[in-house]
């Protein structure tokens, strides 16, 4: 009982890093943005983190953030499961992919084993007298 307590515990806690993940790629993305225009190099950091968090917020709600991080998208497919020749192995370890697989396995072992725990006694076979 314990045990399926602290796995639910964790699932609960690690749920919300998840779904908020896109949020911080927006914000970064935007930033990335903002930071790119020459007219930012007059603003502060208070107004350009102000304007980061409207144009974030904003396109959260108009439902237009999965659109913008989709338009932008840079990101090269093909290292994603390779490694580079100076890589050490912390750094391998400790990629989002390698962790979200490993939390995933975790996750279904511990499924696993709770259906094992707590399975029913086998039923009798039902009498086949007519």
Same mark, same amino acid.
């Given at each position: 009982?314990?045990?399926?307590?602290?796995?639910?515990?964790?699932?609960?806690?690690?749920? #919300?890093?998840?779904?908020?993940?896109?949020?911080?790629?927006?914000?970064?993305?935007?930033?990335?943005? *903002?930071?790119?225009?020459?007219?930012?190099?007059?603003?502060?950091? *208070?107004?350009?983190? +102000?304007?980061?968090?409207?144009?974030?917020?904003?396109?959260?709600?108009?439902?237009?953030?999965?659109?913008?991080?989709?338009?932008?998208?840079?990101?090269?497919?093909?290292?994603?499961?390779?490694? #580079?020749?100076?890589?050490?192995?912390?750094?391998?370890?400790?990629? #989002?992919?390698?962790?979200?697989?490993?939390?995933?396995?975790?996750?279904?072992?511990?499924?696993?084993?709770?259906?094992?725990?707590?399975? +029913?006694?086998?039923?009798?076979?039902?009498?086949? *007298?007519?």
């Amino acid at each position: 009982m314990k045990r399926t307590l602290a796995a639910l515990t964790f699932t609960a806690l690690a749920i #919300p890093a998840i779904l908020f993940a896109q949020s911080d790629d927006l914000h970064a993305r935007i930033r990335a943005d *903002v930071m790119s225009d020459p007219r930012s190099a007059q603003m502060t950091q *208070v107004e350009i983190d +102000a304007l980061v968090t409207a144009l974030a917020n904003q396109a959260e709600k108009d439902g237009t953030a999965d659109d913008y991080l989709a338009s932008k998208n840079t990101f090269d497919y093909s290292t994603l499961f390779t490694a #580079p020749k100076d890589a050490s192995f912390m750094s391998l370890v400790t990629s #989002p992919m390698v962790i979200a697989l490993f939390s995933l396995g975790v996750i279904l072992l511990l499924v696993a084993l709770y259906i094992i725990r707590n399975r +029913a006694a086998p039923m009798p076979p039902p009498d086949l *007298v007519a």
